[in-house]
């Protein structure tokens, strides 16, 4: 009996798996054919064109995602059976045969749909079996793909609310997908209105267990129990879903409510018909947080069929569904809020902006033929893509406009429209243009938005790019992209209106979005056309009649239409508007009232001769005859006044009418006629020359009025102002016309003619004095110096910031720049920057305007009165180092201004001292910081890699080629990346880019022959070439990397240098930007210096390496003329050469190095050139030298060609301006540069990062500029000479440099070099250097100047560098050690005096040298301040030590290595006894005698190198204790706080050898 259980056991399983083997097999057919029809995702059941909502249906557990809709009709002769029963986890039985007369009915499809024609109905089809061949599944795994699949479907629609419409599982699902913490699960439940459950398990089922027993019992067929096991009776599961949804529905209902209705059934569920189940989901379970409860007459299954619209169910359904409340409007998905929030849209700038002008359209039954020419145009698939309506001011043009935009809103036809509007900032620029077109596509279109997305995402700059690139990448291939399925025959329409376009500042610009707009004709499967009106200016006229766009447009000009239907029109306008006014007039109750009739007679008919073609004419007459407040009077008096002017011929009728319209609100008292236009002027001027429109209220704020008496004023001028009732909104200007009338120097508006200057004076005035007012620390009230600034200027709202001051911010220095004053020291805007200039900054940072900050400092600086600024001159110089050192910081959080911008400024910055009292009093101490600013003025980051840098030629702008092939334009001022030129086609990097003269063109080439131009104004790449033979890899460092590419004068041709394009001899190609056609040239010699175009660009001139110049025509690229350079006895090895083009020809300095005498060369004819030879010349230079190989001869010519044209070609004159010595020679000199105005040249030496400045004309040494660059850093001068450019990899530094026209002996205030300092080992004294002055010591606790130390010419000369201060241990002693590079006595000088009492002590009597090649030096002293070293290399090692107190020589020393033992690094110990060295090309350490100069050991290293620079960055120091030293060594250890960038060192004990492994390892964070 013991196996009995076991037998029935085993006879139950066997007896299941039989039952259910059969049941298994027919579900796996049912399966498998439903699968073949219905793929699982979202399925479409009805999407109709303007859906309001969005109902998306769910379903159970296991169910036939079509058959669980799906119930039966009744029959016609019979009541409605109940509705299928069916097993609730599945379809476990054998459903009885359907009557065939009663037809299916599927709830969504056949219910739903038509009762909801404005909904999108959607089905989600998943799967969720449990019986028989079950996926492994979750509801959350099912919830990722619902939310997954509905996103992407959403993407490409616009967001409309959703409603869900869930069946048992299908509840558990969606809660599963609510609580998801996604974006786009987030994002589900912020557009959902509706949830309705349909006998949802909210609690769980008790019949899920006995569904998970069956699950089991048939796991052979594939079936799984999990899901069944999830929905047990109060599942902690649940429980836990149940939670997280409420949490989602909360944060939901803080913004919108949200509707939840469940249904349960009130039927038990029966099996076979006499099996009861009872309830599936019982009451308590099927109720939903916070939901409508409704029970229905059915049992589970029943809650997802009906028979009819007459059915309980759906009755009550239909019914809740139209009862939860829905918001009016379609939002933007995710992918529209993404373009909209990046790209920026101008404001105002589309016709339905909120602005006066949005509501003007054309009157009833006017311009009907020529709206329906053009609404015919747009509509026509083979129609032009463009209509240029063009007419002069006032014909109405803006008004048709916006007539057109309004009526293809209403069709859904309009993809966006630009008003453009002069004066309005955004508005009048083409900046903003296409990404404002883009924003407003994106908007109405989701399907372009994703498009544009994955273009955004993909360019991260786009908004930088050119216009041609921002066009073809937001709007052309987005809109191709998102139409390439739709049939060619049947285009969509899309109408993009762009009006006012003459009133765009910028008339480059305009040709090239002219030329954009034409490309629109390559689309297919859309018709994108442009309803352009303007003006017929001459740059718009040529921008239509450029090739690419003459044949795609069509045009009408609004004067040229029929005279009888311009006065038709007018007619019936006035007719319109003078029977409202009339009306109107009368409606009020007085005793006069004008007759019904009124105007009588001929009168509209005058009007409208006299407003012929003008319709603002017309607007304006109207305008005043309605405004009674204006003068007084009754209608009919004021239109006497206007038909008193008919006699005016029809230019001057605006003119006439303007004048009565001002004369009006004059009044009858002529005393007062003065001040009411001085008044006129005052208010009127700033609302016509306001940057941006302001209200009445900020308008009265500027002019420091009242509000009210602005208002009142205002209110006489409604004819010609939009003065909106809302004080909020701007008053504006109606019609451009009447500026242009106020402004014509007094010739038109006479006494009410309004001087701009004026105007803009006491705009400025009055910004500064609002400011005044409002500024102060901490205006917004932010916890702390930490907390960072809020996004835009929501938080500056008028509680803190009023409006008129936030413009001010803004606008001042605009109006200061445009009134042309000159300010002073001590004057108003002085005086306002001393008090408030932190607080101007910070306001800038909380409204998001910090980068406007440098360019806002340079309006300033514009308006300086030379002779008596100087003062704030370096008040602003200072600010503008300030601000361009912090920006980043500025920009994050405003507060740090007062902390650490303040605190971290030099110690001689006049901001710091203006400021210091702002300095937090809750600071225990001040840091240690530098006495002045570096000299970097910008750092232009994140980049990703640059490899050549260009100033334009005034200066202002800086060129950058890339490694990731663009182009960039940065404004110097601003540091902000004005453009950014690519070619799509090309991937290669860009080497070497300039800008032409007049900087309206960058050509820029590829090391593999690639060239591309473009233009600045446009973005468009206007000339390709990409047949030059490739060039060396191998890009030799130059003072100016352009040299290898050059334009002519006239911008015309290019010249680019081919190097290595032939073997033994340069070539360079002569390419024509109008034709495309180039010409290689090959020169009989190595060519040194820029091609030069000279004589109108008809020959091109360079200089060669052997000192000759060579002539070629550009035409036809021959050689026309040979210039030698002859020495007579002397030969030389290199000549370098630099040249800027005259009127009649060039001018050239050359430098020669490696100069030789040869006694057996036989002395050179002196004549100009031998008999009959007509294509050689000869210019003898005189000098002579002696046996010196380091000096070097500087020799400028000026080249004369008598015909200026290679025409008809005579021999050029070559005069011999001067010649000197150079005070280096051929192993120091890199390059030479001459500067634009031909007076100063440029000489850089290898090595020491110094430019020495010459006189031309004299070889005066000017001055001497120090960079301060990393060794081996390329780097370019600006044109002006007051700039140099300096990049790396990722980065670009703008450097400043002293001012070329500075006087070497100026005051110590101005320097004329570079500065250096050095604090004492006390922190009591800092002693401060500069080319020029004097050295000079600081007290650092009063900063006063307590001594003045003289040099031996009484301050450092220009021809020292290297300066370098020291200051004994015991803070008794200073040094200054500098380097003299006058040839004749050359080498290290150094002074001694007293800290304590300025006292000169004593200064060695020769100098220490000479040393060339890469010279470096410094001064050691011992630790008992006793005694001073000087230890210097330089080709060869020099030491020598001195008793402080006598000043007497101890030891001079000269340790002298082979050629090729280039000292790369040194160090002497404390005790000066011991000296380590290091070799570039050794790895080694050397240690030797201090004392004999014996080496004592040699320690081995592994130097290090650089990935990016491939040489060997190595260094040596000892220890304090001098028992130490520290060497290169390429394996380290980083340790906390120290960067892995900078020398890696090893540590040792000098005179051992200590192994590898055993050795210590620092990375120093230099």
């Known amino acids: 009996m013991e196996g009995t259980p076991l037998a029935v056991a085993l006879a139950v399983v066997i007896l299941s798996s039989l039952l259910c083997y059969p049941v298994a097999a027919r579900v796996r057919r049912r399966r498998n054919a439903g699968n073949a029809v219905h793929k699982h995702g979202i399925h479409i059941i009805s ?46 039985r054998k459903p009885p045969a359907p009557p065939p007369a009663r037809p299916k009915v599927h709830l969504l499809k056949d219910l739903l749909r ?78 959902t209105s509706g949830m309705i459950f349909l006998g949802t398990p ?152 909120n602005t006066p002008e949005a509501m003007l359209q054309c009157y009833p039954n006017t311009r009907v033929d020529l709206l329906k020419e053009i609404v015919s145009w747009a509509m026509d698939p083979r129609g032009k893509c463009i209509f240029w309506l063009q007419g002069m001011a006032g014909t109405g043009k803006s008004t048709i406009s916006r007539t057109i935009a309004r009526t293809f809103d209403a069709r859904g036809c309009l993809g966006s429209s630009f008003f453009f509007k002069r004066g309005e900032n955004d508005r009048s620029s083409p900046e903003f243009f296409f990404t404002t077109i883009a924003t407003q596509i994106a908007a109405q279109h989701p399907a372009v938005a994703q498009e544009m997305r ?85 740059f718009i006229r040529l921008g239509f009649g450029a090739d690419e766009v003459r044949d795609d447009y069509a045009t009408l000009v609004l004067q040229d239409v029929p005279t009888q239907v311009i006065e038709h029109d007018l007619s019936l306008f006035f007719n319109a508007r003078l029977e409202s006014i009339r009306d109107e007039f009368n409606r009020v109750d007085r005793r006069y009232k004008l007759p019904n009739d009124w105007p009588q007679g001929t009168i509209v ?152 200057d004026d105007v803009h004076k006491n705009l400025s005035d009055g910004c500064l004095t609002v400011l005044g007012n409002e500024l102060r620390e901490n205006m917004c009230g932010l916890s702390g110096p930490g907390e960072e600034r809020k996004t835009g200027d929501a938080t500056l709202n008028t509680t803190i910031l009023s409006s008129e001051a936030r413009y001010a911010c803004l606008h001042w220095t605009y109006h200061l720049t445009k009134s042309k004053t000159r300010i002073r020291d001590d004057g108003p805007e002085h005086q306002f920057l001393q008090r408030h200039l932190l607080h101007w900054i910070e306001a800038l940072s909380i409204m998001d305007n910090s980068h406007a900050i440098p360019g806002l400092i340079d309006d300033i600086k514009e308006t300086l009165q030379p002779a008596n600024s100087n003062e704030l001159s370096m008040f602003l110089d200072d600010a503008t180092n300030l601000v361009n050192a912090n920006l980043g910081v500025i920009d994050l959080a405003p507060l740090q201004i007062y902390s650490s911008v303040l605190l971290f400024a030099p110690t001689r910055s006049i901001i710091r001292q203006t400021f210091r009292s702002q300095i937090p009093k809750w600071l225990p101490f001040l840091p240690h910081v530098s006495l002045d600013w570096d000299r970097v003025r910008q750092t232009l980051q994140n980049l990703d890699g640059v490899n050549s840098v260009a100033f334009s030629h005034d200066s202002s702008l800086l060129l950058s080629a890339g490694e990731d092939a663009t182009v960039r334009v940065w404004n110097i001022a601003s540091g902000r990346s004005t453009g950014i030129y690519k070619d799509d086609d090309l991937s290669v ?53 352009a040299n290898r590419i050059s334009f002519s004068p006239d911008s015309s041709h290019v010249a680019l240098k081919l190097e290595g394009f032939n073997r033994g001899s340069d070539s360079f190609c002569i390419w024509s930007l109008q034709s495309g056609a180039y010409t290689i040239i090959t020169s009989p010699q190595d060519l040194s210096g820029p091609i030069t175009f000279i004589c109108n660009s008809t020959l091109a001139i360079c200089g060669c390496k052997d000192g000759s110049m060579a002539v070629w025509s550009v035409n036809s690229g021959e050689l026309v003329h040979h210039i030698d350079a002859v020495m ?117 030496f290898a090595g020491e990062n110094t430019i020495t400045v010459w006189r031309t004309h004299t070889g005066e040494i000017k001055q001497v500029l120090e960079p301060q660059l990393e060794d081996g850093r390329p780097f370019i001068l600006s044109p002006d000479w007051a700039l140099l450019a300096s990049h790396h990899f990722l980065a670009i530094d703008i450097i400043r440099l002293t001012n070329q026209d500075e006087d070497e002996t100026a005051s110590s205030s101005k320097n004329t070099g570079y500065a250096r300092s050095e604090l004492s080992p006390n922190n009591a004294l800092v002693a401060s250097v500069s080319l020029g002055s004097p050295v000079r010591i600081w007290s650092t606790e009063t900063g006063e100047c307590v001594h003045v130390l003289k040099v031996d010419e009484g301050v450092v000369g220009a021809n020292f560098f290297g300066l370098k201060l020291a200051f004994s241990p015991d803070s008794e002693v200073v040094t200054l050690l500098a380097y003299n590079r006058h040839y004749d006595r050359s080498g290290i000088r150094l002074w001694v005096w007293s800290a304590k009492t300025g006292r000169f002590m004593w200064s060695p009597e020769a100098y220490i040298g000479p040393l060339h090649r890469r010279l470096r030096f410094d001064t050691s002293f011992s630790s008992d301040s006793r005694l001073i070293a000087i230890i210097a290399s330089g080709g060869k090692q020099v030491l020598g030590i001195w008793d402080i107190a006598t000043g007497a020589c101890l030891r001079s020393l000269s340790y002298v290595g082979a050629e090729s033992d280039t000292i790369s690094d040194f160090a002497i110990s404390p005790d000066l006894r011991i000296i380590a060295r290091v070799f570039k090309n050794k790895d080694e350490i050397e240690i030797c005698s201090a004392i004999t100069g014996t080496v004592l050991k040699v320690l081995p290293g592994t130097p290090y190198e650089d990935d990016n620079e491939n040489w060997k960055m190595i260094g040596v120091g000892i220890s304090s204790d001098s028992r130490h030293v520290a060497g290169p060594e390429s394996t380290t250890l980083s340790l906390p706080g120290c960067t892995a960038m900078g020398h890696r060192y090893f540590v040792s004990r000098p005179g051992t050898s200590t192994p590898s492994s055993q050795r210590t390892r620092l990375v120093l964070p230099w």
């Not at 409605?80 to 379809?91: E, K, Y």
């Not at 048992?168 to 699902?173: E, K």
């Not at 399925?485 to 209106?497: C, E, R, T």
């Open 1128 to 1244: 007579g006895r002397i030969t030389y090895l290199c000549a370098q050469w630099d040249m800027r083009p005259t009127h009649t020809g060039a001018f050239a300095v050359c430098l020669l190095s490696g100069l030789q005498r040869d006694e057996g060369r036989e002395a050179a004819d002196t004549s100009a050139r031998g008999p009959g030879d007509d294509r050689h010349s000869r210019i003898t230079l005189n000098w002579d030298i002696a046996e010196d190989p380091r000096i070097s001869l500087v020799a400028v010519l000026d080249i004369s060609f008598p015909s200026g044209s290679e025409s008809n070609f005579e021999l050029p004159s070559t005069e011999l301006l001067c010649e000197y010595k150079s005070p280096r020679g051929t192993q120091s000199l890199h390059q030479i540069l001459l500067s634009h105005d031909t007076t100063l040249i440029a000489a850089v």
């Open 989 to 1041: 990097p860009y080497h070497n880019a300039i800008f032409s003269p007049d900087s309206k063109l960058i050509v820029a080439s590829t090391e593999h022959g690639n060239v591309r131009a473009w233009s600045t104004e446009s973005g468009t790449c206007i000339a390709r070439l990409d047949s030059l033979p490739t060039s060396s890899r191998d890009r030799p460092y130059d003072l100016c990397t």
């Open 605 to 756: 008919q005058d009007l409208v001769a006299m407003a012929m073609p003008l319709f603002i004419f017309a607007a304006t007459v109207c305008g005043f005859i309605e405004d009674t407040r204006n003068g007084g009077g009754s209608p009919d008096d004021r239109l006497q006044k206007v038909l008193a002017n008919k006699a005016q011929s029809h230019t001057s009728q605006l003119d006439a009418i303007y004048l009565v319209v001002l004369q009006s609100m004059l009044g009858e008292n002529q005393e007062e006629h003065k001040a009411v236009i001085q008044e006129f002027k005052d208010i009127v001027g700033v609302v016509l020359f306001l940057a941006t429109p302001l209200s009445v209220r900020a308008i009265s704020g500027l002019l420091g009025l009242r509000a009210e008496f602005v208002e009142c004023k205002l209110d006489l001028l409604r004819a010609v102002l939009d003065v909106p009732s809302d004080e909020q909104l701007p008053v504006r200007v109606l019609h451009k016309s009447f500026p242009d009338f106020l402004v014509d120097d007094g010739k038109r508006a006479k006494e009410f003619s309004i001087s701009e």
């Open 114 to 191: 038509h009762d909801f024609p404005h909904a999108r109905i959607l089905s989600f089809h998943h799967n969720s079996d449990w019986l028989v061949d079950s996926p492994v599944t979750t509801a959350e795994e099912i919830a990722r793909e619902l939310v997954a699949d509905f996103a992407l479907h959403r993407s490409k629609s616009k967001n409309i609310p959703i409603i869900f419409i869930c069946h048992s599982f299908g509840g558990i699902i969606l809660k599963e997908a609510l609580s998801l913490a996604t974006t786009e699960a987030r994002e589900i439940v912020n557009n």
């Open 454 to 538: 994955h273009a955004i995402e993909a360019e991260h700059n786009i908004s930088d790019l050119a216009m041609e690139e921002q066009f073809k990448k937001l709007i052309l291939q987005p809109l191709g992209k998102s139409h390439h399925d739709k049939p060619p025959g049947s285009p969509v329409v899309l109408l993009v209106v762009i009006d006012a376009l003459d009133e765009c500042a910028n008339e480059g610009a305009v040709k090239t979005m002219i030329a954009c707009l034409s490309k629109s004709k390559t689309l297919e499967g859309i018709r994108l056309s442009f309803f352009v009106t303007s003006r017929p200016e001459l």
């Open 202 to 353: 909210h609690e769980g089922s008790h019949l899920s267990l006995l569904g998970a027993i069956v699950a089991a019992l048939s796991g052979f067929t594939g079936s799984a129990s999990g899901v069944l096991l999830s929905l047990k009776h109060h599942e902690a599961q649940l429980s836990d879903l149940e939670s997280s949804f409420r949490g989602s529905i909360e944060e939901r209902k803080r913004t919108h409510d949200v509707t939840i209705i469940s249904f349960y059934e009130e039927r038990p569920t029966m099996i076979f018909k006499w099996l009861s189940l009872g309830l599936i989901v019982g009451r308590d379970s099927a109720r939903a947080y916070s939901s409508k409860h409704i029970g229905i007459d059915t049992d589970h299954s029943g809650l997802n069929k009906c028979s009819g619209r007459d059915d309980e169910l759906y009755e009550v359904l239909r019914r809740e569904l139209e009862e939860i409340k829905i918001p009016d409007a379609p939002t933007l998905n995710s992918n529209q809020r993404y373009v909209v929030s990046t790209l920026k849209a101008v404001k105002g700038a589309a016709f339905n902006s």
């Open 47 to 92: 999407d109709p064109p303007n859906a309001r909502v969005e109902i998306i249906a769910l379903h159970g557990l296991g169910a036939h995602p079509e058959h669980t809709w799906t119930g039966r009709a009744p029959s016609p002769d019979s009541p409605s059976p109940p509705a299928a029963r069916t097993w609730p986890f599945g379809s476990f």
